[in-house]
């Protein structure tokens, strides 16, 4: 028993069982619209068994589908009037097991390559905060499958004439799971890529949603991001907004301002004009970036987490380092999920000026 728990309580086992059925019984019913009712009838009952009978056999292969067609038969059917008919039975159970062993020997293989790719991701992203005079930062990532379409990064510009400024950039991918991570690892490249010429956060932005554009599925997969040039002598920040979620730059006075000065999301509009905006911050002023993962994660009643919450836990705990503000908004995010599944990549950045 040990073996097979790994030594987790019968509490987070049956957590995790718990968080397991939630996620898969939303995947196979997401073709299935029918909300439970005292008023349904029998009929309306089958209908809906077999929806997600189908359901589940669909997301086979044709050969998987037949073997478990197969199995079922002899399974389910009663055999007893027929010589042997027990056998039947054993037959239907071993080519149900050989099935599930077919099943477990495919995510195996499927979760050994999503490691990997999950590793390859990890070096796009830093994984510690950088040292940078002035500055204290901490970030926190939480993809909703083994990869994430979220990026995050900080770090100097290796430009000759603005050695000394700090580029900031947030970033959340359209959809999740392996799509978006490819996509994130082309914005990364561009991104490095051009933020290494002696160029404008604007003309940085617009030079990336170019190079989207052109990789965008017609713009079915976009990309909002949050792009922000700070100057650590004059303490100037310079940002665009490309329809991402407006950050919250809290005062030291406990004034709140929103950073939502920019455009449309990136490979919608080849040719769009971003606007940027610009600000000055002074010690203790604390700049809270984040995806929608965040404020959009869900609990057991479907209810979101929202801003207001998370305004809250950072006017409560400014005066802690970012790193302490980090863990207490991704605990308190935790505690209001509970047991739901997560829905989409959670991202957060806390930048305080020191």
Same mark, same amino acid.
């Given at each position: 028993?040990?073996?097979?728990? $790994? ?23 997401? $073709? ?5 009712? *005292? ?50 039975? #054993?037959?239907?159970?071993? #080519? ?16 050994? &390559? %999503? ?8 070096? %796009?992203?830093? +994984? ?39 580029? #900031?950039?947030? /970033? ?23 933020? *290494?010429?002696?160029? +404008?956060?604007? $003309? ?48 030291? +006075?406990? *004034? ?14 080849? &040719? ?14 604390? %700049? ?18 929202? $801003? ?9 705990? /400014?005066?802690?380092? *970012? +790193? ?10 935790? %505690?209001?999920?509970?047991? /739901?599944?997560?829905? &989409? ?10």
């Amino acid at each position: 028993m040990e073996r097979v728990t $790994e030594g987790m309580e019968i509490e987070q086992l049956w957590f995790q069982l718990k968080k397991d059925a939630k996620s898969g019984f939303q995947l196979y019913t997401r $073709e299935i619209e029918f909300k439970p009712s *005292a008023q349904h009838s029998a009929r309306d009952w089958f209908r809906v068994i077999r929806s997600f009978f189908w359901a589940v056999v669909m997301k086979l292969s044709p050969s998987k589908r037949v073997v478990l067609i197969i199995g079922l038969i002899l399974l389910l059917l009663p055999w007893g009037s027929i010589n042997g008919g027990a056998w039947f039975h #054993i037959y239907g159970g071993i #080519i149900m097991f050989g099935l599930l062993v077919l099943e477990v020997a495919d995510r195996v293989t499927m979760k050994r &390559d %999503l490691q990997i790719a999950r590793e390859i991701q990890s070096w %796009l992203v830093p +994984s510690q905060p950088p040292d940078i005079a002035g500055l204290d930062s901490a970030f926190f990532t939480k993809p909703a499958n083994t990869v994430a379409g979220d990026y995050y990064d900080v770090f100097y510009r290796d430009v000759p004439d603005v050695k000394n400024n700090v580029l #900031i950039a947030v /970033a959340d991918v359209a959809g999740k799971s392996v799509p978006a991570a490819l996509l994130m690892a082309t914005f990364q490249a561009s991104l490095k890529t051009l933020s *290494a010429t002696p160029s +404008s956060v604007v $003309e940085l932005t617009q030079g990336m949603n170019r190079y989207a554009c052109r990789h965008s599925v017609a713009g079915a997969r976009f990309t909002t991001a949050f792009l922000a040039e700070y100057d650590p002598d004059s303490r100037g920040l310079i940002y665009v907004n490309a329809g991402h979620n407006a950050p919250m730059l809290r005062r030291v +006075s406990g *004034a709140i301002e929103r950073l939502n000065a920019g455009g449309v999301p990136l490979g919608i509009l080849a &040719d769009c004009n971003y606007e940027s905006g610009s600000t000055f911050v002074s010690p203790g002023d604390i %700049l809270l970036i984040f995806t929608d993962g965040v404020v959009e994660a869900e609990n057991d009643s479907t209810e979101e987490y929202g $801003e207001e919450r998370l305004l809250r836990v950072l006017h409560m705990n /400014a005066g802690v380092t *970012a +790193s302490e503000i980090l863990d207490r908004i991704m605990a308190d995010v935790t %505690l209001f999920t509970g047991t /739901a599944p997560q829905h &989409d990549d959670i991202t957060c950045m806390v930048v305080k000026v020191q």
